[in-house]
């Protein structure tokens, strides 16, 4: 019986603001005022909502919140951090250096792999010397060996002379294979002490992290003069061309989806803007939603993961504005022929004119993705 002029007093209440809106000022209330219609349009949306009126049939909303992908930068090797060059919140290009690590061992293998190859360099060229002499000494030995074979048919020399000659062109072809075979070797031994240097200087380039994408550092795991270990991160990455809204949906609305259909979003921080988005990833299995979903009830459900994606166009525009982890509504359409309504008409802020010198440091700044808040 007490709840009938509690329930009578808070209709008043929100009739009472649906006449008579708060106008909010940039910092704070302003106090009682007639508001403009735009600042009373999202309260009379408000009201609307807390009346239980809702969408057309075919526009399903649900809650979710504003993600990134994320990308952990870690070193292949262990050694000790000498410069991190970038910080939290830093914007990064690909193939930007993040920071650099120190070792001092795998420097001192890369000289002494260069030293192999020197080394392997000057017994190749001992080798084709060698080689010159060792010809001309079986060219000598050969013609006197034929010499003595036409001596042998007249009588001229003994056999034993002739053996010898024989003898001497055998060595002589022997040590011209032998030396052959030690300029071979020498050859390989350069390609086997390049390519040791070579992977040597790979480890050393892997030593000089990079980023692997665009976008933004959200967390600086490592410090300068730290030993980190193989693998290890060092910062993490946003990556602002992969920003989307994580929402869930039961069995009878997600199985009407389409990806690429669109989508809108409205975020907490910003209520009076609509961003435009597509649904990007329907899951195949159902799971429990997370404990931020709503209520107790609704996690006991089994609902189906749906990824919005903000339109990229967007995100470059507002890509100053980036902000993950914001919260609100996504909504998407389980009939492609139905209208959005004017609520949900794709309203963005405009756009700041910029400074000639904030344009040139924003073309420094990649294009990377963000989604539009306040």
Not at 32 to 38: D, E, G, V
Not at 225 to 231: I, K, L, Y
Not at 246 to 265: N, Q, S, Y
């Amino acid at each position: 019986m007490t709840l009938k002029p509690r329930a009578a007093v808070a209709v008043a209440v929100l009739t009472g603001l649906c006449a008579f809106p708060l106008a909010v000022g940039e910092s704070g209330w302003s106090g009682l005022a007639f508001a403009s219609p735009a600042h009373a349009q999202p309260i009379r949306n408000l009201i609307a909502r807390l009346r239980g009126q809702k969408f057309p049939p075919g526009i399903v909303e649900s809650n979710g919140r504003i993600e990134a992908t994320q990308v952990d930068v870690s070193s292949k090797y262990a050694g000790r951090l000498a410069e991190v060059t970038v910080e939290e919140g830093s914007t990064v290009r690909e193939g930007e250096v993040i920071a650099r690590i120190s070792s001092p061992e795998i420097e001192a293998q890369l000289r002494a792999a260069q030293s192999n190859v020197q080394k392997a360099k000057d017994a190749l060229a001992a080798a084709e010397a060698d080689i010159t002499a060792r010809q001309s000494a079986l060219d000598f030995a050969k013609s006197d060996f034929q010499r003595g074979q036409e001596l042998m048919k007249t009588g001229f020399i003994t056999k034993q002379s002739f053996e010898q000659r024989k003898r001497n062109y055998d060595s002589a072809e022997a040590a011209v294979k032998s030396i052959t075979s030690a300029r071979d070797q020498a050859q390989s031994q350069i390609k086997n002490s390049e390519a040791e240097v070579e992977r040597i200087e790979s480890i050393i380039k892997d030593l000089t992290l990079v980023s692997p994408r665009n976008g933004r550092v959200q967390y600086q795991l490592a410090r300068a003069g730290e030993v980190v270990a193989a693998g290890a991160p060092i910062v993490t990455i946003l990556d602002l061309t992969d920003v989307y809204m994580t929402i869930f949906l039961p069995a009878a609305d997600a199985g009407k989806l389409a990806v690429g259909e669109e989508a809108r979003m409205i975020l907490d921080a910003a209520p009076d803007y609509v961003v435009p988005a597509t649904v990007s990833f329907v899951a195949s299995d159902a799971q429990f939603t997370p404990k931020t979903v709503e209520t107790k009830d609704e996690r006991a459900k089994l609902m189906f993961r749906i990824k919005l994606k903000i339109d990229p166009d967007t995100l470059r525009t507002y890509y100053t504005r980036v902000k993950t982890g914001l919260r609100g509504l996504g909504f998407v359409r389980t009939k492609a022929n139905v209208e959005w309504p004017d609520d949900l008409q794709v309203k963005l802020p405009k756009v700041p004119a910029k400074a000639p010198e904030d344009k040139a440091s924003d073309s420094n700044a990649p294009e990377a993705n963000a989604p539009a808040s306040k």
